[in-house]
């Protein structure tokens, strides 16, 4: 029974895992393994290495905080700048938790000219000070397969939560956000909606939700910690687990003017609670919904025809080309880096409103 527990938790850990391998620094580290082992080194090949790598250690290692690491959990749009800090305790003194790695992630200015338009907050740097895993243990992949909800979120920031705090900042602005309640659904170490609440003191609240509890802990830590540092207000944000199906944890949350999501559509089984729980939060009030997600084969396609179905008065847009820097950077991705797929790591806008 532990043995197919194992199984069941390293192919789901492993389908996340060959997923992520956008990051441009890759490109650097297949030039070089290219040298070293010749004709070998396909793309399968490589990403077939690198699972092996995963499968084999006891702990699946955050090597984005690795920085000498051949391999990364996180691909990047080059919009929000990380780097390792040392840990607020470490600087009194204090014993430094242990499967943790403190983080500083910063929101990069607004340089795009092809937008007239932008929020007060695009010429500040939007920093934060937040505590990631760095190690995803056993315990972690109980708790996962206990309610049946995503890992990945616990350890690393994907490229469609960077591009959401982008979006939401730079472009939409705190016009947009001004007196809202926001709902950020499956938010992993949350770093769209931290930011967010930084920048928009204006925000009436925002609520940060993930269906993973272990993940939800560690934002709680985190919020306490940026409320205690001044970077936010303590009533201006909360976070809860919220699984989609769950009726009650929903209801217990009230209602919402705004929810976010990034990548939330990977798991195509679990498209039609995320659709019902849209409906439920707009109950005939004005709802807007801002989504990025990657194609990922028929995926973002089928979600959105199954929401047309359930809510076809909501309108639905979805762009491309929405702005000029990220599109440019997907162009030369996809010249220069092998391991990039623009159907797997190209994050589309999804806007809803209903």
């Known amino acids: 029974m532990w043995e197919e527990f194992l199984t069941k938790s390293k192919t789901h ?20 393994t290219t040298q070293e ?14 699972l092996r790598k995963f499968l084999l250690s006891k702990q699946y290692r955050n090597t984005e905080l690795e920085a000498s690491s051949a391999t990364r959990c996180i691909s990047s749009f080059g919009l929000i700048e990380r780097k390792a800090v040392e840990p607020p305790k470490a600087r009194d003194g204090h014993i430094i938790a242990s499967h943790y790695q403190w983080m500083q992630f910063s929101l990069k200015k607004y340089t795009s000219g092809s937008h007239k338009q932008f929020s007060k907050n695009s010429r500040e740097l939007i920093s934060i000070e937040v505590r990631v895993k760095t190690d995803t243990t056993m315990k972690d ?21 960077e591009i959401l705090a982008y979006h939401c900042i730079h472009k939409l602005g705190a016009e947009f956000f001004n007196g809202k309640r926001v709902l950020e659904i499956g938010c992993g170490i949350g770093v769209a909606g931290l930011m967010i609440a930084k920048a928009f003191p204006s925000i009436t609240e925002i609520v940060l939700t993930d269906g993973n509890v272990s993940v939800v802990e560690n934002l709680r830590y985190n919020i306490a910690h940026l409320v205690q540092n001044g970077d936010l207000l303590d009533d201006k944000i909360t976070c809860s687990q919220l699984l989609w ?16 999501a990034a990548d939330c559509l990977f798991f195509e089984e ?31 396609e089928n979600f959105i025809s199954k929401f047309q ?7 639905v847009f979805i762009d491309e080309k929405y702005d000029d820097n990220i599109f440019n950077t997907h162009l030369r991705y996809e010249t220069e880096n092998a391991l990039y797929s623009k159907d797997n790591h190209y994050p589309l806008l999804l806007e809803i409103k209903f």
């Not at 199906?245 to 976010?260: K, R, S, Y």
């Not at 179905?309 to 909501?314: I, R, T, Y």
């Open 270 to 300: 679990y498209h039609n609670d995320l659709v019902t729980l849209l409906k439920k939060s707009a109950d005939g009030r004005q709802l807007s919904v801002v989504m990025f997600n990657p194609k990922r084969g028929k995926s973002l």
């Open 13 to 32: 850990i492993a389908k996340e895992y060959v997923r992520g391998f956008s990051n441009s620094r890759a490109l650097d580290q297949q030039k070089s």
């Open 245 to 260: 199906q769950n009726n009650a944890q929903l209801e217990m949350l009230g209602t919402f003017d705004v929810i976010l």
């Open 309 to 315: 179905l359930q809510s076809p008065q909501a309108s």
């Open 141 to 161: 992949l109980e708790i996962a397969d206990k309610d049946k909800v995503d890992n990945t979120g616990n350890v690393c920031m994907w490229p469609s939560e």
């Open 37 to 50: 082992c010749g004709p070998r080194n396909t793309k399968a090949a490589m990403r077939w290495r690198m």
